[in-house]
């Protein structure tokens, strides 16, 4: 290859000329050998002649420059390619989760692990969310072979298994803004409350708080005994039980109550009346047409109704797109008794 060869002392004049004029060779590297600098050359033979100016024309081998590949347009290019493939996908620790068919998955999977260095083991959805503990089926793609998540998240760390709990990194939002909103020395109910994400992000912000967390699943209960170890909180008390059947039992307890069972919170919306305090505030999840975005609204207030209390809506917002009709929204709403 035609190569500039000029001494050290010219070779930064040399170099910007080449540049300035577009005579450097793109896509291999410049080296140099005992006091020469080797600059790889193009250009027809009138231009290089110029370059006389710096030193002697010549001929040398030289190496090329690797070009890191561009992971996300080449991650773009499989999930477009497929039918079956979902955007983007979710980071459990070093655990990645991906929704496509075997193939696509698998193509995925070597690209993820190629380009991030924190990725040790790729799993697939391999069901919908389903059944009393909303658990899915994950199949596993390349990698470590590993179920078990140490996940980090608004300064808190959780560990579990993903094929036995329900766990969301998409929510991590809602909870870091609802334990915000929590006051030092509120009683605060969590429905539902898995592997105590929203519980245990509540006491570390609220350390003089006491947060009772029901979950029905064993599984769930026990990673959240984990949790609440690993996190060092001493505000949480863990329940395994039915929220219908503990409610009673925290009859008008609750200044604030969590919801985040967006398919079914609207059968609880009587427990949340009877662990709700006088002027409780109530955070309550669903899934909903996009189309009817905030009908949950008027059903919450005529449920209320019935008791005789009173809802003021305080907030709504969208939280996630669902699937290609559904949304899941949050409502923030408070009960006057």
């Known amino acids: 290859m035609k190569c500039l060869i000029v001494n050290k002392e010219s070779a930064e004049k040399a170099r910007k000329y080449l540049l300035r004029y577009g005579l450097l060779k793109k896509g291999y590297k410049v080296f140099s050998k005992e006091s020469f600098i080797y600059f790889p050359i193009s250009g027809i033979s009138e231009e290089v002649k110029r370059l006389a100016q710096f030193g002697t024309i010549g001929d040398a081998k030289f190496e090329k420059i690797k070009t890191n590949k561009n992971y996300k347009e080449e991650l773009e290019k499989i999930i477009s390619s497929s039918e079956s493939a979902s955007k983007g996908y979710d980071l459990l620790g070093d655990i990645a989760i991906i929704d496509a068919d075997p193939k696509t998955a698998r193509k995925m999977a070597k690209l993820l692990l190629e380009s991030n260095k924190n990725i040790k083991t790729v799993l697939r959805k391999a069901s919908a969310v389903k059944g009393l503990y909303r658990k899915r089926s994950y199949a596993y793609v390349m990698g ?7 996940y980090k998240e608004n300064g808190a760390i959780f560990e579990f298994d993903v094929r036995k709990v329900f766990f969301s990194p998409r929510l991590s939002y809602e909870r870091q803004r609802i334990a915000s909103m929590v006051k030092n020395g509120e009683n605060v109910m ?29 599984y769930g209960y026990k990673y959240m005994l984990k949790n609440i170890e690993l996190n060092k909180v001493k505000n949480v ?23 985040p069972l967006p398919k079914e919170a609207h059968h609880f919306l009587d427990s949340a009346y009877i662990v709700a305090k006088k002027k409780a505030i109530v955070h309550y999840y669903s899934f909903v047409d996009k189309e009817k975005e905030f009908e949950a609204e008027q059903m919450i207030k005529e449920f209320f109704e019935k008791y005789g209390a009173k809802v003021k809506i305080i907030n709504k917002r969208v939280v996630r797109p669902y699937s290609a009709k559904e949304i899941e929204i949050v409502i923030d709403f408070s009960i006057a008794k």
């Open 190 to 218: 969590v429905m539902f409350a898995g592997v105590g994400p929203f519980a245990i992000e509540i006491a570390k912000k609220a350390p003089k708080s006491k947060v009772v967390a029901i979950e029905l699943n064993k």
């Open 237 to 259: 008390i863990p329940i395994l039980g039915d929220v219908k059947k503990m409610a009673i039992k925290y009859k008008n307890f609750a200044d604030r109550i969590v919801m």
């Open 144 to 150: 470590k072979r590993n179920y078990i998540a140490h």
